[in-house]
């Protein structure tokens, strides 16, 4: 995570790619049902799950997607909109990789990203995008500021020590 802090102090352009890995556990559901108050039994009844058509209870697409709000948390993206489209269900134990593009910043300095996850089989679980603005002089300067404090702010940077 704090080369993504790095990267973003640096200045960040059209074209910058950001890849991030995660293992959802049951765990990371219950807590999240918690925090969201998501409590549908889609989540956690399996045979709820399956008259849905799922083979065993889904994570919440709420929790996979925060991903892409991760990688955005980490780089000082400030997310003005975020579009979601859930492909494929995501389950406990289930490992998803995030790959987020920059792919345009306007004349206003707003930026647009492209997100895909995929889980370990390569398909794609969720296609996303966001527009935001990136950090600017002022926020940057910041940054660099904060990763010579060591991050403090980081829990991530924190728990890769």
Known sequence: MKRFRERAAAGLAAGDAFTLTR???????DDFALISRDYNP????TPYAALRGFKKPVSQGLLTASLMTEIGG????????????FKRPVYAGDTITCDWVITEFNDQGWGRAVVTMRNAQGEVVIEAETTGIPPGLKERQRLFEMLREGDPTN??????R
């Open 42 to 45: 889609v989540h956690f009844d």
């Open 155 to 160: 829990i991530a940077a924190r728990i890769e």
């Open 74 to 85: 980490q780089i000082g993206w400030l997310a003005a909109e975020m579009m979601f489209r």
């Open 23 to 29: 293992r959802f556990s049951e765990k990371d559901i």
